[in-house]
């Protein structure tokens, strides 16, 4: 016990600082007493001890994302560690947060509608899931009688593989190639059935004219929608319609083939 | 992607129409073989589909190709005629006009023609 060797008062200046508080009077029946005071709206509790000061521990919190453990001691750490669901396709690196595909084949419709290529590489494809191509020759037509009359017809059915989405069909239809020969005042026109088409037409007016055209492309577009598991049937019938008779018997027709591409994707 | 080429003919609204040939992108699930069912198209025209075999699309067309062959020759023969009528025609209407007589009508029709009249 601290003494001044004085006697029942004691003159002793005895002085607390900050925290350290002195109490008493240095009187034997009320000595000075040393203690630390601690402020109760401090964020972290200390509290004096016999061992000496103490501070709480650091509480913690983990949230949906972040998991934190420790209470900032040098034996226990704090440490935040991410929380990942599923687990596999986002992990923890040393470099920091990265994604980790799966193989592609893990995929659903993977090499049809997702293209997984390298590390980290997905693109959308839009695969062309149906295709097909007619090819049809001419029938033999009479030049000798003023009619339409049908050199071919072409049909084909696209349907739809997939259960989920939609299909789209773009149709490109192509004419008869032709060579013509036709004799005085005449005039023939390659359509479609009804007319709906006039691919070409040509009037003679000498003595004898020729004409010849290759195939060309005479439709393209009016995209087909076709729904999920559903099919699409589109047919062409290409005509040749001579106006008059006239030249009978020397006129001369001879066609190519003509095509139909039907195409049908998945967007 | 695997391909197949395969034979059919089509059925408009009734109508039995030339066999074509048709190259498919083979998915397997659908049967080419018989008939499909009459569908409507995206013309409104009612169209049923048979798949045939290769020896009946060429017995078709070896029987059609002999009728565009006959065509053809006949046309030739024909035009052949036509142009050794022309060119009598084209010989005595030179006469006629440089001797002022008077033409037929077959050859004022062939002056008419040639000057697009």
């Known amino acids: 016990m601290a003494r001044c060797g004085c006697g029942g008062t004691c003159n002793c200046t005895v002085q607390g600082s900050g925290a350290f508080v002195i109490s008493g009077t240095g009187d034997q029946n009320d000595p000075y007493v040393g203690s630390i005071n601690t402020n109760p709206a401090s964020p972290l509790p200390i509290s004096s001890t016999p061992s000496g000061l103490t501070v709480a521990g650091v509480q913690v919190q983990s949230s949906n994302c972040i998991t934190l453990t420790g209470n900032g001691s040098t034996a226990s750490p704090l440490a935040a560690a991410p929380r990942l669901d599923p687990t596999g396709l986002l992990s923890c690196g040393v470099n920091g947060l990265k994604v980790e595909l799966p193989a592609s084949t893990s995929y659903p419709n993977a090499g049809r509608l997702i293209n997984v290529s390298g590390t980290y590489q997905i693109s959308v494809k839009y695969p062309l899931v149906a295709y097909t191509t007619v090819t049809a020759s001419a029938a033999a037509v009479n030049l000798a009688s003023a009619t339409t009359q049908n050199l071919s017809t072409m049909s084909a059915t696209l349907t739809n593989p997939s259960s989920t989405e939609i299909m789209y069909v773009l149709p490109i239809l192509q004419s008869h190639s032709f060579e013509w020969t036709m004799v005085n005042v005449n005039a023939w026109y390659l359509q479609t059935a009804g007319g709906t088409n006039m691919i070409a037409a040509f009037t003679s007016t000498g003595a004898g004219e020729y004409f010849g055209m290759g195939s060309i492309n005479f439709y393209t577009g009016s995209v087909i929608s076709v729904a999920a598991g559903a099919s699409t049937t589109l047919s062409v019938t290409q005509q040749l319609r001579v106006r008059t008779t006239s030249g009978s018997g020397s006129n001369a027709a001879s066609f190519g083939a003509a095509r139909m591409i039907l195409m049908g994707w998945i967007v | ?117």
Do not use: C, H
């Open chain 2, 1 to 117: 992607m695997k391909y197949r080429t395969i034979y059919a003919r089509t059925t408009v609204n009734g109508e039995v129409q030339p066999p074509y040939v048709q190259e498919i992108l083979d998915n397997g699930s659908t049967d080419y073989t018989g008939s499909t069912l009459p569908t409507v198209d995206q013309n409104g025209d009612s169209v049923s589909i048979e798949y045939i075999s290769k020896r009946t699309y060429d017995e078709f067309w070896n029987k059609e190709n002999k009728i565009i062959e006959k065509y053809a020759e006949e046309a030739e023969k024909n035009q052949k005629e036509v142009e050794k009528l022309n060119e009598k025609l084209k010989a005595s209407v030179v006469k006629k006009l440089v001797s002022g007589e008077k033409l037929t009508e077959e050859e004022a029709k062939f002056v008419a023609g040639s000057l697009d009249l």
